[in-house]
């Protein structure tokens, strides 16, 4: 009975409507004098609670729930919605929020839940609605503030509880696109296609699927820019302090004099030919990142021999010698012009 009152505040409610709400259209021949003792009790836990004055005052022909002084939840509700409407005609848009915000902090569950009445049922379809309403309103303002990566969830929860809901559906492509996620825009695009298709036999409306195009056409007038993974990455990376180390093989040596013999060696050996191994088990041969070729063992296992850098005499290794020397080097100590082995590279 107090639900049917509240949601007539300032209002008078006949006795009989009361009846018929309460009972469903079928009440009991003592439905006057329950209803009367049903008053007598909520003005009593009133009047426990610290309510001085009297809440629910007798007018012919019924009651009326008297509002002064006192905040209904739905009405307060439908207040904060109302001026945050005029703060957005306004350009009030962060006052907008934060009224719109505070207004749906008031929700703690469903409307009228456990109320059973035809009226009840029909005020908590309206409510939920209007609730809905202010949610979408909500995130839109929101959106447009670039709030989209913090929306994500939310907007992810609420298109699973209300699927056939368009608006919900729009703005979480929305978020996801501006977010760098155009591909799971996609997918909810087909996601809630199908849903529309089984549960109605009808295409998503004709709003969805333009922002449906937009998104294949990475249209970002429509959607509005988008994050791409790379931008996202210099926005929201620390600088870490950390730089590498280089790492590159030293530069070829230009001029070297004084070593005529050794060169005359390295030329001839990078003169065999490629296909074979020159001169026996003089030649090792070790491709970029230690990757073994076929040609000798790696440098450093046992029967090869590394050439320390300040030992070793280098010559490039270019045209037909190429292949048997990639991107390195030919070398021999620089001591020593016989019985060297030729490597590219250095450890």
């Known amino acids: 009975m107090l639900a049917t009152l509240m949601m007539s505040p300032e209002r008078v409610v006949s006795v009989d409507y009361l009846i018929e709400e309460v009972w469903n259209g079928d009440p009991p021949s003592t439905g006057r004098a329950q209803i009367a003792i049903c008053v007598a009790a909520l003005r009593k836990v009133f009047r426990t609670v610290g309510v001085p004055q009297q809440v629910i005052v ?59 009445s035809r009226a009840a049922e029909t005020e908590a379809m309206r409510l939920e609605e209007q609730r809905l309403l202010a949610i979408e309103q909500y995130m839109a303002l929101r959106l447009k503030v670039g709030e989209h990566q913090t929306l994500l969830s939310e907007l992810s929860t609420l298109v699973r509880e209300n699927p056939l809901r368009e608006r919900f559906l729009a703005q979480l492509m929305q978020a996801q696109y501006r977010s760098g996620q155009r591909v799971e825009a996609l997918r909810t695009f087909r996601e809630g296609r199908r849903e529309f298709v089984a549960e109605l036999g009808l295409e998503p409306g004709t709003e969805l699927q333009e922002l449906h195009h937009a998104v294949l056409r990475d249209d970002s007038a429509v959607l509005g820019p988008a994050a791409g993974p790379a931008s996202a990455a210099l926005t929201s990376a620390e600088p870490s302090g950390n730089w590498p180390s280089p790492a590159q093989l030293p530069s070829n040596i230009g001029a070297f004099a004084g070593r005529e013999d050794e060169l005359r060696e390295l030329d001839d050996l990078l003169a065999e030919r490629s296909d074979k191994r020159p001169r026996g088990d003089r030649l090792r041969h070790r491709g970029p990142g230690g990757r073994q070729d076929g040609l000798g063992d790696p440098l450093g296992t046992p029967g090869s021999r590394t050439l320390p850098r300040r030992h070793a005499l280098r010559r490039p290794a270019g045209g037909r010698s190429a292949a048997v020397f990639p991107g390195g080097a030919a070398a021999l100590p620089a001591r020593s012009g016989r019985g060297a082995r030729a490597h590219t590279g250095w450890p």
């Open 58 to 116: 007798t007018a012919a022909p019924g009651y009326k729930l008297v509002t002064d002084g006192h905040i209904i939840d739905t009405a307060e509700f439908t207040r904060r919605v109302e001026s945050a409407q005029r703060a957005m005609e306004q350009g009030g848009r962060g006052q907008a929020i934060a009224l719109l915000r505070d207004a749906l902090r008031l929700w703690r569950g469903p409307a009228l839940d456990g109320v059973s």
